[in-house]
Nanobody
Framework: QVQLVESGGGLVQLGGSLRLSCEVS????????MGWFRQTPGRERQFVAA????????RYADSVKGRFTISRDNAKNTVFLQMNSLGFVDTAVYYC?????????????????????WGQGTQVTVSS
């Protein structure tokens, strides 16, 4: 059974930082590309960041470039999202997702259809 469990969300002040973690089990983590998405009520889930299985290729949404950093520890089956300079617009439920290392991932990494497995999400709320 594949499980993705996010943690690290919470309430943070404007301009603050949070580090999200997503621990993966049930798959060979090192063979999976990983992504982070976020969703606010009434809106579609939006791409935030992706990291390829080797960790050698990373992509970010324009809205988080320079503020967020995605990383992974294949020894711990965990992907991270370091979020700095948080703004109100970053308030959302954050989801991690896993995609097997398929050749078409390059074309779908920023879409929900590019991923096979999803976590339950963790709430991030930025307050004043």
């Amino acid at each position: 059974q594949v499980q993705l469990v996010e943690s690290g969300g919470g309430l943070v002040q404007l301009g603050g930082s949070l580090r999200l973690s997503c621990e993966v089990s049930g798959v060979t983590f090192s063979r999976y590309n990983m992504g982070w998405f976020r969703q606010t009520p009434g809106r579609e889930r939006q791409f935030v960041a992706a990291i390829w299985s080797s960790g050698g290729k990373i992509r970010y949404a324009d809205s988080v470039k320079g503020r967020f950093t995605i990383s992974r520890d294949n020894a711990k089956n965990t992907v991270f999202l370091q979020m700095n300079s948080l703004g109100f617009v970053d308030t959302a439920v954050y989801y991690c997702a896993a995609a097997p290392n398929r050749s078409d991932y390059n074309g779908y990494y920023y879409t929900q259809r590019g991923y096979d497995y999803w976590g339950q999400g963790t709430q991030v709320t930025v307050s004043s």
